[in-house]
C-alpha cells in the first residue's frame, strides 16, 4: 500500500469545484480545504507507486482549474 499527501493550489473561486472533483476519485481518502500556500490538501492510499503517479498526475492534475500540485509520499521509519 503506498499512502501520500497532495497539495494542491488551484484558480480563484475554483476550490469548491475542484474539491468535489477530488472527493470522487479511486484512493482518495481524505479532502481538506485549508488556508495557506496549497488551496487543497488530500490524503491517498493505492495499491502501488505507478496508481498514486497515475491519480496525481493522469486525474487530479488533468481537472481544469488545479494549477499546481505537491506530493509527499509517507515513508516508515522503524
Do not use: C, N
Request: net charge negative; glycine share 10%.
Amino acid at each position: 500500500m503506498v499512502r501520500a499527501y497532495g497539495l494542491i493550489s488551484v484558480e480563484p473561486g475554483k476550490s469548491s469545484e475542484i474539491f468535489k472533483k477530488v472527493e470522487d476519485l479511486d484512493g482518495v481518502e481524505t479532502v481538506e480545504a485549508v488556508a495557506g500556500p496549497y488551496d487543497i490538501v488530500t490524503q491517498i492510499e493505492v495499491d502501488s507507486l505507478e496508481k498514486l503517479t497515475s491519480t496525481i498526475f493522469g486525474k487530479i492534475r488533468g481537472i481544469e482549474g488545479v494549477t499546481s500540485t505537491t506530493t509527499l509520499i509517507v515513508v516508515g521509519l522503524e
